[in-house]
């Protein structure tokens, strides 16, 4: 029977207002309806921010590291029930348990790096110019966080937003995507079982432009936390700026991976392979193009159609599974019209190229993953994110070609080099413009302990992972103390 869900305000499940639902239904089948989830609007935003809002004023009085321990309790949870939140995964979004399993412990490593942040969060103190004051800068709680998530990472990533968030002393309200509420309703219960006490962290289901926008426009939500399309985080921008909000967004990507002549070939191979269809190439992060050296162009070409031939397609759900199926129809339909405009602008078909069938894939959304040759660097194949397991191959003569063709995108998350020479290697860490760059590893692969995020149409200039997200989810406050007991005067009297 399929289970009903509900959204999560102030420590209460409860339907939406309208009463509305929708279905969450399994990639692999579309036939199997998962569960059926409260189709929100903003009346029911309204509420969620109101319950964080009055549950800030305590939360931010709350010790870092007591909230620091609720998130180790959170970790410890989600260790113990990682192998139920895989299948959950699996099921609701199609990549393979495998890559759940990761996904699920990039959350728990994030967990507990946030539980440690705790007993940190350093501030600063720094000399007065004047005698006998002090001088420190604090980091505060800011207040509501809107945190919009996607579905490839959907526990992940809203991890590494939550968990920050919470350890900096603000509260949330989540919209996760509709792809994925089920993984995101797990994440919410764990986080209740562990003591995130009433109204600290609500969930509201439903649609981007009904509840996103809600809690984009709304003026009691302090900050925004989006992963997903550049497109849509433009307008997310545009409209948090009516209110000033603070904005962090994580958007697409173009990643190359780049192989030299002097790579070691089957190591590249077996990145490219890992990166382009990984998470059938649904990541920010995926490789999507693969720029490879003349001279070692036919060789490794013909090594890499015939082990792409080979991957498995299947439930993600089967361990003998490669790759699973795409998330929905709509993904289907966007990597065929790119498939289509790549022949149409003269590209070469190497693998793949269109739907599969065959054995247990009629009912799912699966796709072969499709290499495209010879593409040149400007075509749109070449440059714009497809989101899918397509791999456009381009032809250079020379590393500074390489990170030219690189380059040539408007996206700057993720890069990877494949070479022996250190030369390659050093130019190619200075000159890429990508806030990631790997050598002799694939474009995937980040590390929850390490920034995270990209320049150009990428983001917004803010970092995810790390260190470096708490940062965006605090406040300085700078504090002087004077224990001089008279008037002194800054620049004056000194
Ligand atoms: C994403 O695709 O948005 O580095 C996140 C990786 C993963 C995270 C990807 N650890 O591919």
């Not at 129809?329 to 269109?354: S, W």
Request: charged letters at 25%.
């Amino acid at each position: 029977m399929t289970k009903t869900y509900k959204n999560l305000i102030n420590g209460k499940w409860i339907d939406a207002k309208s009463g509305k639902t929708f279905e969450n239904r399994n990639p692999a089948d579309w036939d199997d309806i998962l569960s059926t989830f409260p189709l929100s609007d903003k009346t029911d935003v309204d509420e969620a921010v109101r319950s964080a809002r009055a549950a800030f004023e305590k939360w931010r009085l709350v010790p870092a590291p007591s909230r620091g321990n609720i998130l180790r309790k959170v970790g410890d949870m989600m260790s113990a029930r990682k192998e139920d939140l895989a299948r959950t995964m699996t099921k609701e979004m199609g990549k393979v348990l495998l890559e759940t399993r990761g996904d699920v412990q990039e959350g728990i490593d994030t967990a507990y790096y946030a539980a440690a942040e705790g007993r940190r969060l350093f501030g600063h103190t720094v000399p007065s110019e004047l005698p006998n004051k002090f001088n420190m800068a604090l980091r505060m709680p800011i207040g509501v966080a809107g945190i919009i998530t996607p579905w490839n990472f959907p526990m992940a990533i809203p991890t590494w937003k939550i968990f920050p968030a919470l350890l900096c002393g603000n509260t949330v309200v989540f919209k996760p995507a509709s792809d994925t509420p089920e993984t995101a309703t797990r994440l919410v219960e764990i986080l209740i079982e562990a003591g995130v006490p009433d109204g600290v962290i609500n969930i509201v289901h439903g649609g981007g432009s009904a509840v996103g926008t809600a809690i984009v426009e709304h003026p009691e939500v302090d900050l925004i936390s989006f992963t997903g399309s550049s497109s849509v985080g433009k307008k997310i921008s545009e409209a948090a700026a009516k209110t000033l909000k603070r904005v962090s967004l994580e958007l697409g990507g173009k990643n190359a991976q780049i192989v030299m002549d002097d790579a070691k070939l089957d190591l590249a191979l077996e990145g490219v392979l890992w990166g382009a269809f990984g998470t059938t190439g649904q990541r920010c992060t995926a490789t999507s193009r693969l720029i490879v050296h003349e001279k070692v162009y036919d060789k490794f070409l013909s090594m890499l159609a015939e082990s792409t031939k080979k991957l498995r397609l299947g439930d993600g759900l089967n361990e003998t599974t490669d790759v699973g199926p795409l998330v929905n129809e709509g993904q289907v339909r966007t990597v065929d019209q790119y498939v289509k405009i790549g022949i149409a602008e003269g590209e070469k078909i190497l693998v793949g190229g269109k739907r599969a069938g065959g054995d247990g894939l009629a009912k799912g959304w699966f796709y072969e993953p499709t290499i495209l040759g010879d593409v040149r660097p400007q075509m749109r194949v070449a440059v714009e994110e497809i989101f899918g397991p397509v791999l456009s191959v381009i032809k250079v003569k020379s590393i500074e070609e390489a990170i030219t063709v690189a380059n040539a995108t408007r996206y700057g998350l993720s890069s990877a080099v494949y070479t022996q020479d250190i030369n390659n290697a050093y130019q190619a860490i200075r000159d890429i413009k990508a806030g990631i760059t790997y050598i002799n590893a694939p474009t995937i692969g980040a590390e929850a302990h390490m920034p995270f995020g990209g320049v150009k149409e990428t983001g917004n200039g803010h970092r995810e992972g790390g260190w470096t997200v708490y940062e965006f989810f605090s406040e300085w406050k700078t504090v002087y103390v004077d224990y001089s007991g008279r008037l002194q005067r800054a620049q004056i009297d000194t």
